[in-house]
């Protein structure tokens, strides 16, 4: 086969290849939606509107969820100090599965003004998919605690689904059965595994181990060798 000939067929095999990829990825629709909250605070009632975005990253037998607010939600009278505000929400489920997934993330890495729209940080969670078929993510309940008070947003214009992702379940059951309450990877609050020193450090102290153990028995068995025999 000529040069021009062979190249054409690899760059064909390789858009073929792409294809095959794309086709075998789970499909995901998402969409910013606007979500009307109203926020019982210390101090009254107060009303917001956020554009809520969520996304989904397939991570192992799961997804890494993350959602995010475009705009402030809710407000303080007084300043809260660096690290004062601690944000949590959660996401419904529809479709194939039913149930919340909880979402957390971490507190105020500035301080936030008096009377100036509280910015969510982005907060995410681990979703892992007990049956399989299309699941929508919808925009739940917000929480704010801050200097000891807690605010609670809930969403009151019926929200359409941020996401649509099409999954399959670990074993890949059906999406026929009961509903579930609640989904799978969320009992630490939508905190992700620990992946980090700690988890190193038993990991290689358990590889230490090993090797130690296994040393001890090599010297054990080679100075049995060495030694004579008794009559």
Do not use: F
Not at 138 to 154: E, N, P, Q, S, V
């Amino acid at each position: 086969m000529s040069y021009p000939k062979r190249t054409a067929a690899l760059v064909s095999a390789a858009a073929l290849a792409g294809s095959a990829v794309l086709l075998a990825a789970p499909a995901a629709h998402a969409d910013v939606v606007d979500v009307n909250y109203r926020c019982q605070t210390p101090i009254g009632v107060k009303s917001a509107v956020s554009p809520i975005d969520i996304k989904g990253v397939k991570s192992g037998s799961g997804y890494k969820v993350t959602m995010s607010w475009q705009k402030g939600v809710s407000s303080s009278p007084v300043e809260l100090g660096k690290g004062a505000m601690s944000p949590s929400a959660t996401i419904k489920l529809g479709g194939a599965d039913s149930g919340t997934l909880a979402v957390s993330g971490p507190a105020n890495a500035a301080a936030i003004p008096a009377n100036t729209p509280i910015k969510i940080s982005d907060l995410s969670g681990t979703y892992t998919p007990r049956k399989s078929g299309k699941v929508t993510l919808t925009a739940g309940t917000l929480t704010i605690k801050a200097l000891g008070t807690t605010t609670t947003c809930t969403p009151t214009n019926n929200p359409k689904p941020s996401l649509t992702l099409d999954v399959t379940a670990a074993g890949g059951s059906s999406s026929g059965g009961g509903s579930s309450s609640s989904s799978g990877g969320t009992t630490s609050g939508g905190q992700l595994p620990q992946t980090g020193p700690e988890d190193s450090a038993v990991a290689l102290g358990t590889l230490g181990g090993t090797v130690l153990l296994a040393g001890a028995a090599g010297a054990l068995w080679l100075t049995r060798r060495g030694q004579p025999a008794r009559r």
